[in-house]
């Protein structure tokens, strides 16, 4: 039996004697560590109040005189986590540093985002002095691919005095975790809670039909079983009474009839659902922004009511309230009245796609109970506290950026996690809708995984290369790479590999000698049969190895012929959703993969890459292309005469072209054929040692490189990038047999981007120079910007504008080109490539334009735009133009442009979410 930790310290007493509630027995822990000069580590699930640790660090700074930084990996928790300090310590204690705002900076206690505490390490600024305690809320945001780096910058970084309190979800590596930070900054408490402080209970919608996920019947104390219950009724709902033991045959054909989108039950009578079951208020999660809005919609056109006349009007008070900084003409751009009417009524979507002030509204309504579902995409699980009594998943497929993928079981128990207010609920509910793709086994494989790993996504990049070597040198950069987590991880599972490694070569020398006694039992010479087994397996490796050159032949026949069409030429396009006839609108440009712009038949408008054909594209024919190709007009009337041209796609299914003969691998054939070993027969015995011994030695080559490169991995990718910035001048040998960052490098130092080495890139060539401040912000805007899907990216020709921006965008593709080569040869990942589709629509605005002229601007390039993506995008163009101009000599014309650039972009509805 575990003795309850007791509250003893000083500061620890005055702090608890000043919260409403007792705090729990691992806060105590977590606190008495800090109060005792140790570094803590908190694992602890969703809604347990791990906060709580961290908001005492801030008391614990402020007692002892000493300094207190909060960082959160996103703006919107930063700002709640600021006004909640700030009614606790008073406005004058805290201040706000997220990049794009700047409240009261030298405040004692300051909350900002990881990145910005990042960069003060970098600058090695000034208010770093007397900084005592560092809180890295969401830690496990270390695990992250595109941004995780950047936590491990920050412990490495900051100054061995500093006590880092890091606040994670419950991972199951938590002690590795603990270990690793112990190694790097001194002696850290590991204090794990994997208790609920609210229970959760996992529920599966069927239709009309609510049922528990688990066996509640079970009291053994096992593993939980499916609800038996549910399995069958899900049984009969597709197959029939009748229909036993085709169960996933039925589902796969149920999926194929309905869809992977259908959910099975309309979302207005699923609201009326949790209501009448006590749910509300609950979270749906949808994985889409046209999820949440078609959810949202639905709920407007039905009779749903969930709020009283009074509590209408409240929300009326909020809204105004939040809409107090709009210009009077963007309301109608940006669908007040409608979302307003779903506020009224009780619902609201929240998303990226909804300006900041939206969902800052929704937020407040929501924590006031006047919002009593919210249909969500899963930013809204990343820390802002807005717990539920219920959570609804509709899938258990996300989008990531790249494809669609699996829910993670971290992932589930994040999003569920939001179910159960601690002292409001006395259980919460994670309901999932059932669809034929979401088999109950599966849910209570998620839900029963409660943790899961935490893995480093560490990895050497430009900016910080030549941060690290400005501060440390080359050898002091590398020393800190191999303190790690990445390289902490990579350590421990090497001894593992070499493990392995060595119970590999146990086992191959056993087999050599079983082989060579199997070899004398049938009077066979083992020499004379190695040399067999080694022709048969040279002859397999022989036709692996032609099946990937003709592969690549063809890859590099395709992206040739491909690179080399030309505006108006009608070829097919062989694979994909777009197949059949096509007509170039604008030619690719370079690059390892040409992606010429096309439009099809049916007035489908993309860039299509080797990916959509088998064989070498053939030009079909010509036909006749207007000069401007950006209207639907325009498309539709070039897609009317492809139909109308006469030309016909090639007839029947498209077959790769046949392979060449290898007079080498028929050669090897004959010699196989005619070796004395190959008509022998009773061996089968010795075959099979044979293939095993062959497993076993690839499993000893594969291992033994494995080690050698996974323990040098980190290392060789950072000189990799070393090499690209001594190619590129950014760095240079002293002379003195080190290396030391270049004036021309001071510059890269600064940019914190992405497209870091381009940005540097195209200022040292001089391409953004001499632009107006409305061109400057558009060019910048290809370096950021991402197209949300596959859509109409026009190339720099089609691009409006003036022939300024024209040619520094061109200028800008042709740095990126040399660019790549230079990363090519190191084998360095190469920077992506630009992206025009926000150009005209920043252009726009920076020249002063209204926001529907904006979002107009965007859509006849091809970019259908929210509101929140045309500011979140506006944002990063300040902040990166910010950059440039503080980066480059003050009194050059790019300063200049760089600041009117930001004044231009920084008004209306982007400046009120900047304030």
Same mark, same amino acid.
């Given at each position: 039996m575990t003795t309850r930790a007791e509250i003893s310290g000083p500061e620890l007493t005055a702090f608890a004697g000043r919260l409403e509630f007792a705090i729990d027995d691992f806060q105590i822990r977590g606190c008495t560590a800090l109060e005792d000069g140790l570094g803590v580590l908190v694992c602890a699930p969703t809604g347990a109040g791990k906060t709580i640790v961290g908001e005492f660090a801030v008391h614990l700074a402020l007692a002892r005189g000493g300094k207190c930084f909060y960082t959160t990996p996103i703006k919107a928790l930063s700002n709640q986590k600021y006004h909640d300090l700030i009614a606790v310590h008073g406005a004058e204690n805290?201040?706000?540093?997220?990049?794009?705002?700047?409240?009261?900076?030298?405040?004692?206690?300051?909350?900002?985002?990881?990145?910005?505490?990042?960069? &003060?390490?970098?600058?090695?600024?000034?208010?770093?002095?007397?900084?005592?305690?560092?809180? &890295?809320?969401?830690? $496990?945001?270390?695990?992250?691919?595109?941004?995780?780096?950047?936590?491990?910058? *920050?412990?490495?970084?900051?100054?061995?005095?500093?006590?880092?309190?890091?606040?994670?979800?419950?991972?199951?590596?938590? /002690?590795?975790?603990?270990?690793?930070?112990?190694?790097?900054?001194?002696?850290?408490? *590991?204090?794990?809670?994997?208790?609920?402080?609210?229970?959760?209970?996992?529920?599966?919608?069927?239709?009309?039909?609510?049922?528990?996920?688990? +066996?509640?019947?079970?009291?053994?104390?096992?593993?939980?079983?499916?609800?038996? !219950?549910?399995?069958r009724y899900i049984k009969h709902r597709v197959l029939g009474a009748d229909a036993v033991g085709t169960?996933?045959?039925?589902?796969?054909?149920?999926?194929?009839?309905?869809?992977?989108?259908?959910?099975?039950?309309?979302?207005?009578?699923?609201?009326?659902?949790l209501e009448n079951e006590g749910l509300l208020p609950a979270i749906a999660f949808i994985f889409s922004r046209a999820g949440c809005e078609g959810?949202?919609?639905?709920?407007?056109?039905?009779?749903?009511?969930?709020?009283?006349?009074?509590?209408?009007?409240?929300?009326?008070?909020?809204? #105004?309230? $939040?809409?107090?900084?709009?210009?009077?003409?963007?309301?109608?751009?940006?669908g007040v009245d409608a979302w307003r009417a779903g506020l009224r009524r009780g619902f609201a979507a929240h998303h990226a796609g909804l300006l900041p002030t939206f969902?800052?509204?929704?937020?407040?309504?929501?924590?006031?109970?006047? *919002?009593?579902?919210?249909?969500?995409? /899963?930013?809204?699980?990343?820390?802002?506290? &807005?717990?539920a009594r219920s959570v609804v998943l509709e899938r258990l497929v996300k989008y990531n950026g790249e494809s669609h993928v699996d829910l993670t079981p971290g992932e589930y128990t994040q999003l569920t996690g939001r179910a159960g207010r601690r002292g409001i609920d006395v259980e919460g509910h994670a309901?999932?809708?059932?669809?034929?793709?979401?088999?109950?086994?599966?849910?209570?494989?998620?839900?029963?995984?409660?943790?899961?790993?935490?893995?480093?996504?560490?990895?050497?990049?430009?900016?910080?290369?030549?941060?690290?070597?400005?501060?440390?040198?080359?050898?002091?950069s590398r020393t800190l790479l191999r303190r790690s987590f990445a390289q902490f991880q990579t350590d421990r599972s090497v001894v593992g590999q070499a493990r392995q490694l060595d119970s590999a070569e146990r086992s191959l020398r056993k087999l050599d000698t079983e082989l060579d006694a199997a070899s004398t039992r049938h009077a066979l010479d083992p020499d004379v049969f190695a040399e067999y087994v080694d022709l048969?397996?040279?002859? %397999?490796?022989?036709?692996?190895?032609?099946?990937?050159?003709?592969?690549?032949?063809?890859? !590099?026949?395709?992206? #040739?012929?491909?690179?080399?069409?030309?505006?108006?030429?009608?070829?097919?396009?062989?694979?994909?959703? $777009?197949?059949?006839?096509? *007509?170039?609108? +604008?030619?690719?440009?370079?690059?390892?993969?040409?992606?010429?712009?096309?439009?099809?038949?049916?007035?489908?408008?993309?860039?299509?890459?080797?990916?959509?054909?088998?064989?070498?594209?053939?030009?079909?024919?010509?036909?006749?292309?207007? %000069?401007?190709?950006?209207?639907?007009?325009?498309?539709?009337e070039i897609a009317a005469a492809l139909r109308k041209s006469g030309?016909?796609?090639?007839?029947?299914?498209?077959?790769?072209?046949?392979?060449?003969?290898?007079?080498?691998?028929? /050669?090897?054939?004959?010699?196989?054929?005619? $070796?004395?070993?190959?008509?022998?027969?009773?061996?089968?015995?010795?075959?099979?040692?044979?293939?095993?011994?062959?497993?076993?030695?690839?499993?000893?080559?594969?291992?033994?490189?494995?080690?050698?490169?996974?323990?040098?991995?980190?290392?060789?990718?950072?000189?990799?990038?070393?090499?690209?910035?001594?190619?590129? =001048? @950014?760095?240079?040998?002293?002379?003195?047999?080190?290396?030391?960052?270049?004036?021309?490098?001071?510059?890269?130092?600064?940019?914190?981007?992405? =497209?870091?080495?381009?940005?540097?890139?195209?200022?040292?060539?001089?391409?953004w120079d001499r632009l107006s401040p409305p061109d400057l912000a558009a060019v910048v805007s290809s370096v950021l910007f991402t197209s949300r899907r596959e859509s @109409?990216?026009?190339?720099?020709?089609? &691009?409006?504008?003036?022939?300024?921006?024209?040619d520094a965008l061109t200028g800008t593709l042709e740095v990126w080109e040399a660019t790549n080569r230079v990363q090519e040869r190191r084998g360095v990942v190469q920077t992506r490539e630009p992206d025009t589709g926000f150009c005209a629509a920043v252009s726009a605005w920076a020249s002063g334009r209204s926001l529907r002229e904006a979002l107009l601007a965007a859509t006849e390039q091809g970019n259908l735009l929210s509101p929140g993506d045309f500011v979140r995008w506006n944002r990063q163009v300040i902040d990166l133009l910010e950059q440039i101009r503080s980066s480059v000599d003050p009194n050059a014309p790019l300063a200049s442009a760089a600041k009117r650039a930001v004044a231009g972009v920084r008004r209306g509805v982007v400046a009120s979410e900047l304030d």
């Open positions: 805290v201040g706000l540093l997220t990049g794009d705002n700047s409240i009261n900076s030298s405040a004692p206690v300051v909350i900002m985002t990881t990145e910005v505490l990042r960069n &003060m390490i970098y600058a090695d600024s000034p208010a770093l002095q007397g900084l005592s305690h560092v809180v &890295m809320d969401e830690v $496990h945001f270390l695990a992250d691919r595109f941004r995780g780096a950047v936590w491990e910058e *920050v412990i490495l970084g900051l100054d061995p005095g500093v006590r880092v309190v890091s606040l994670s979800a419950t991972v199951s590596n938590a /002690e590795e975790f603990g270990d690793w930070i112990t190694t790097v900054r001194g002696d850290t408490a *590991v204090v794990v809670d994997e208790h609920r402080p609210v229970p959760l209970h996992q529920h599966m919608l069927v239709g009309n039909r609510m049922f528990e996920l688990f +066996d509640r019947r079970r009291r053994d104390g096992g593993k939980p079983e499916v609800n038996p !219950e549910l399995t169960y996933r045959d039925r589902l796969a054909r149920e999926r194929g009839r309905r869809g992977t989108r259908t959910t099975g039950v309309s979302r207005p009578r699923l609201v009326s659902m959810a949202l919609a639905q709920c407007l056109r039905s009779d749903l009511r969930l709020l009283e006349p009074d509590e209408a009007d409240r929300v009326d008070e909020v809204v #105004e309230r $939040h809409l107090t900084e709009l210009a009077p003409g963007d309301a109608d751009v940006l969902r800052q509204a929704v937020e407040e309504l929501f924590t006031l109970g006047l *919002v009593k579902v919210v249909f969500a995409t /899963e930013t809204l699980a990343l820390g802002i506290n &807005m717990p309901v999932v809708v059932w669809t034929p793709e979401v088999l109950p086994d599966r849910v209570a494989g998620l839900a029963g995984a409660r943790t899961f790993p935490l893995k480093s996504s560490f990895a050497p990049e430009y900016n910080m290369a030549m941060n690290l070597i400005d501060r440390l040198g080359l050898d002091g048969r397996a040279a002859i %397999k490796q022989r036709e692996r190895a032609q099946r990937f050159v003709r592969r690549l032949d063809s890859e !590099e026949s395709i992206a #040739e012929d491909l690179g080399a069409l030309t505006r108006g030429q009608v070829v097919s396009v062989q694979t994909g959703r $777009h197949r059949g006839l096509a *007509v170039v609108l +604008d030619p690719a440009w370079k690059g390892a993969d040409p992606k010429p712009l096309v439009l099809s038949e049916d007035g489908w408008v993309g860039r299509v890459g080797s990916a959509e054909f088998v064989n070498p594209p053939e030009v079909l024919g010509d036909l006749r292309v207007p %000069k401007d190709t950006r209207t639907r007009h325009a498309r539709r030309i016909e796609r090639p007839r029947g299914r498209v077959k790769k072209k046949a392979a060449a003969t290898d007079p080498e691998l028929d /050669e090897m054939r004959g010699r196989l054929r005619r $070796h004395p070993v190959h008509k022998a027969s009773g061996l089968d015995d010795l075959y099979r040692l044979a293939e095993r011994r062959g497993r076993v030695q690839r499993d000893v080559e594969s291992l033994g490189k494995a080690v050698q490169e996974r323990t040098s991995q980190l290392e060789n990718d950072f000189d990799a990038v070393v090499g690209v910035l001594l190619d590129l =001048s @950014y760095l240079e040998d002293d002379g003195e047999g080190s290396i030391r960052v270049t004036p021309t490098g001071a510059v890269l130092r600064r940019i914190y981007s992405e =497209s870091d080495l381009l940005v540097a890139e195209c200022i040292r060539a001089g391409v @109409y990216r026009g190339g720099v020709d089609s &691009m409006p504008g003036n022939r300024a921006l024209r």
